[in-house]
């Protein structure tokens, strides 16, 4: 099975961190029912794979503390550095990161009460399956996996509008990552991994996190990805120049926002009769 490393480099700019704060803070306010269903409540025990730059594991150990605990797991030293940032800024007690992958996080099978894979999948090329299998193992009888996932070509420009350039850049992105083997449109098919990991479904929302397009223009995962889109030949340096441009057009335009929809389906494995 083939696990891609990250396209992009994580290189955490406060206005990165700023980008993925929001979408923490977003979740909270939008997904505080979805994330109760699924048992992220006090006393839980959580892993976050894919835990990124740590916002939304520092959200998680807020409600599961003081008793419970989450457990990032990242294979990105860069994002691992910025979780132990945002969990020492946090001040939040009952939050760590690990190095591991989704694949193979090496945490006891059979152990939590929740598994939150978010923003991942579509990263893992042919290893979805086997990742999403793993992540069901961790989970204790009656425990949930909760999978999040924005397919690609769902993501919707507000009133404003994006310049033409940046959303050229924004199909070259993703002709890049499916030319990589990505499954750029896995959040369409949640629920059906969800089933054939044996899990039963008990919920699927769709639910929109609106960000100012500043915070994407200027940085976000398709700026990231230029230098591997440089390297494979995916992208001319005067491409770049281009979407670049475009990019500073948009981040200059007032009340430019994008609506990035979540889709969500969390699985319950079978409790113990
Ligand atoms: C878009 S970020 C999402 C971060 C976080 N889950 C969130 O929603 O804020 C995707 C993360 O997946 C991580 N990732 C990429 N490949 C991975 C793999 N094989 N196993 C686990 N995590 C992986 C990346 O390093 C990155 O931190």
Redesign the pocket.
Known sequence: MT????AHT?IMSDLERQR?RL??QNAVASESQLWATAGIVPGARVV??????G??LVEMARIVAPDGEVIG????HR?RNAADDEIAATRVACARVIDG???ATGLPAGDFDVVMV???LH??GS?VPEAVAHAASLLRPGGCLYLVDTPAGQIREGAAGFDPDAIDFGEAYVAFHRQRGSDVTVGLRLGQLIADTGLHRVLEETIDSVVPGHLLASHG?MVEAIPAMLAAGAATAADVARWRAGLARTAATPGVTLSIPQFIVVGRRQPLI
């Open positions: 696990q891609q490393t990250p994580l993925f979408m923490a976050d794979i894919g835990s990124g730059p916002a939304v797991v990242e294979p990105d994002a992958t989704a694949t978010r923003h991942v990263h893992l290893a995962p």
